[in-house]
């Protein structure tokens, strides 16, 4: 008897301690998930806004080796460090397949000061340093497009929304009419998505 009651103690102590550490690991698994929830949020969630976002293609022209009649040009702006590219590209990719056949050339702008490569499903896309009228764009990515006489036809985001298909885009429609020989105008358009910042921000 007096050796249980001897034991009683130490085995609540080992009770109690297992309780603790039980505790303990419980509380770090939940800080631990509570960051990267964070972390998460901050560097992909944060983009997505529900404020329009109104893309003006005002003063955006070829640089003058492109300008004038031709082919239609579609000029892709993008940011490395943009998350919302990976809702685009695969769709990106698409578009070369399927209109450049058509006679459609593509080309992609990177922000200034950025870094970063396309993936190698768009390493169809020739390399522009920079257009004139590019530093005011408002965010990307965007789209450019121009027709076969050299105006700018449809300046915009590549959809509506968080992620980009052919389902919800614009841009399908904008080069089946230029394709056609239509004539299209769309240099201003107002967007709620996935958009990043492309200018720096005014001091």
């Given amino acids: ?45 944060r983009p997505f806004s529900d404020q329009p976002t109104l893309f003006a293609g005002d003063g955006l022209q070829l640089p003058r080796e492109l300008s004038g009649p ?3 040009r579609l000029v892709h702006f993008w940011d490395p460090a943009c998350p919302c590219n990976v809702g685009n ?23 200034p000061g950025s ?8 390493k169809a896309l020739r390399s522009l340093a920079t257009l004139p009228g590019a530093e005011r764009l408002p965010a ?4 450019g497009i121009w027709d076969a006489q050299g105006r700018l036809a ?29 004539k299209v105008e769309a240099t201003h358009t107002l967007a709620v998505g996935c958009y990043c910042p492309w200018a720096p921000p005014a001091d």
């Fill in 1 to 45: 008897m007096a050796s249980l009651t001897a034991i009683l103690p130490v085995f609540a102590m080992t009770s109690r301690r297992k309780a603790i550490l039980a505790s303990l690991i419980a509380a770090f698994c939940l800080a631990g998930l509570a960051t990267a929830y964070w972390w998460f949020q901050s560097r992909y969630i």
């Fill in 70 to 72: 031709g082919p239609i």
């Fill in 89 to 111: 590209q695969q769709h990106l990719a698409e578009l070369i397949g399927r209109f450049a056949p058509q006679g459609v050339e593509f080309f992609e702008v990177r922000k």
């Fill in 115 to 122: 870094r970063g490569q396309l993936p190698e499903t768009l």
């Fill in 140 to 143: 990307s990515p965007a789209v």
């Fill in 154 to 182: 449809y300046f915009g985001p590549y959809s509506e929304g968080a992620t980009c298909t052919s389902s919800n885009s614009f841009i399908e429609p904008i080069l089946e009419a230029l394709v056609a020989g239509r």
